[in-house]
């Protein structure tokens, strides 16, 4: 099974509106990541959690933040943000630090 | 930092001719190779991927070859049907404590009936 579930699919928010995005995994994977994707554009990665370690990309501003209750489970906190935020925000997974990563279905988020 | 370019961008064949989509990487230490497939408003879906270790490897009708001494990789789908119609995405990796994939920037690929 190489399902990555993520809740919700759609997202409308305002400018001074805190959200959070969730993502899950039950495939026993030790690292999982966020991507954000602008229309016709490829995935950019943002964090990685990998063996319950955190790594940034430090081009990613504050506003997001990451949080790692599980290593099932995978969450992404928004808070002020920008209307050039609104993107595709994909969840992915893989069994180790080094193996093939695995895609969510995506949130659709917009920023008002 | 890794640079992956793609070409073409657009790619228009007809049903049963093959398409091919060429990468090339700028970091000699990345090793591992995916591509991606991705429908509209879908998520990318890994299609084949290949490691440093090995020249060609082949899934039914995709293909994909890695020329390390030219920092290039291919992609081959061939006898293509519409339902291959998408975006297809290579990328490139380094393990370097963590596997961060940098992207090409992708090929839309139609085939038409």
């Known amino acids: 099974d190489t399902e990555v579930t993520q809740t919700p699919k759609h997202l409308v928010m305002g400018m001074t509106n805190k959200k959070s995005l969730k993502c899950e995994q039950h495939?026993?994977?030790?690292?999982m990541y966020w991507y954000k994707q602008k229309a016709k554009k490829p995935p950019e990665l943002m964090f990685v959690?990998?063996?319950?370690?955190?790594?940034i990309n430090e081009s990613v501003p504050s506003r997001f933040s990451p949080e790692c209750p599980n290593s099932s489970l995978l969450n992404l906190h928004l808070h002020a943000l920008q209307p050039e935020d609104s993107a595709l925000y994909l969840c992915?997974?893989?069994?180790?630090?080094?193996?093939?990563?695995?895609f969510g279905p995506g949130t659709r988020l917009l920023v008002l | 930092g890794e640079n992956v370019e793609q070409h073409p961008s657009t790619l228009s064949v007809q049903e049963g001719d093959s398409a091919v989509i060429k990468c090339t990487y700028s970091d000699s230490a990345s090793n591992y190779f995916p591509w991606y497939k991705q429908e509209l408003g879908k998520r990318p879906q890994l299609i084949i991927d290949?490691?440093?270790?090995?020249g060609e490897k082949k899934d039914q009708r995709i293909a994909v070859t890695l020329n390390k001494t030219a920092k290039h990789f291919s992609l081959h789908i061939t006898e293509t049907q519409p339902e291959d119609s998408a975006v297809y995405f290579c990328?490139?990796?380094?393990?370097?404590?963590?596997?961060?994939?940098?992207f090409g920037t992708g090929t839309r690929l139609l085939v038409s009936p």
């Open positions: 495939m026993g994977h030790r690292a």
């Open positions: 959690y990998s063996y319950e370690k955190l790594s």
């Open positions: 992915a997974s893989s069994q180790g630090d080094r193996e093939t990563q695995y």
């Open positions: 990328a490139a990796s380094r393990n370097t404590g963590f596997q961060k994939l940098v």
């Open positions: 290949i490691r440093s270790n090995v």
